[in-house]
T-cell receptor, first 115, second 114 residues
Framework: ETGVTQTPRHLVMGMTNKKSLKCEQH?????MYWYKQSAKKPLELMFV???????ENNSVPSRFSPECPNSSHLFLHLHTLQPEDSALYLC??????????????FGPGTRLTVL | AQSVAQPEDQVNVAEGNPLTVKCTYS??????LFWYVQYPNRGLQFLLK??????LVKGSYGFEAEFNKSQTSFHLKKPSALVSDSALYFC????????????FGSGTRLLVRP
């Protein structure tokens, strides 16, 4: 589980705040993902980066802004969030971009609460 | 469209008994199937996957899963459950057309009682 780390583990923010979530992978992978996990809903894929280029934006509101400065780091910038954005945000990475057989490895997640 | 169904929200089993967590899928083309486990306040941990070959796949912590193409199922099994197996289990499928997208089921909570 230490292959993919996420900080902070918990975050409470107001609707007018700006914050960022950070993900780092130590596995030498080339693809990184952001997922949203809400109570009683399947995991929702938000963004995918392959070789540092965004290849997927799954109809995510613009108040979520991803950034991938290199293949090891992934950020999710948050601003003017809504209470319904409260969820567990999971980062994942995989070795080979665009390979359906490839295993995704997940970080521990950031528990976000929007007041 | 791809989809994964986990028909049971919760499975209860006594320690030492065999367990089964069910998963069925719908996908065009060859399916690639995965099982993950999530412990409280943790991320998802990979258990096993089926790509091709032997229909019985063995994974971590003594878990195994059987791919059944005719029934479009990929049930997770363990011969003897442990209390520490209590967690949330997710089945996922990706399509065999180079799509990296994983479609997850809604999860099944496994409760193993002592």
């Amino acid at each position: 589980e230490t292959g993919v780390t996420q900080t902070p583990r918990h975050l409470v923010m107001g609707m007018t705040n700006k914050k960022s979530l950070k993900c780092e992978q130590h596995l030498g992978h080339n693809a990184m993902y952001w997922y949203k996990q809400s109570a009683k809903k399947p995991l929702e894929l938000m963004f995918v980066y392959s070789l540092e280029e965004r290849v997927e934006n799954n109809s995510v509101p613009s108040r979520f802004s991803p950034e991938c400065p290199n293949s090891s780091h992934l950020f999710l910038h948050l601003h003017t969030l809504q209470p319904e954005d409260s969820a567990l945000y999971l980062c994942a990475s995989s070795q080979l971009p665009g390979q359906s057989t490839d295993t995704q490895y997940f970080g521990p997640g950031t528990r976000l609460t929007v007041l | 469209a791809q989809s994964v169904a986990q028909p049971e929200d919760q499975v209860n089993v006594a320690e030492g008994n065999p367990l089964t967590v069910k998963c069925t899928y719908s996908v065009s083309g060859n399916p690639y199937l995965f099982w993950y486990v999530q412990y409280p306040n943790r991320g998802l941990q990979f258990l096993l996957k089926y790509i091709t070959g032997d229909n019985l796949v063995k994974g971590s912590y003594g878990f195994e899963a059987e791919f059944n193409k005719s029934q479009t199922s990929f049930h997770l099994k363990k011969p003897s459950a442990l209390v520490s197996d209590s967690a949330l289990y997710f089945c996922a499928v990706s399509r065999g057309d180079s799509s990296y997208k994983l479609i997850f089921g809604s999860g099944t909570r496994l409760l193993v009682r002592p």
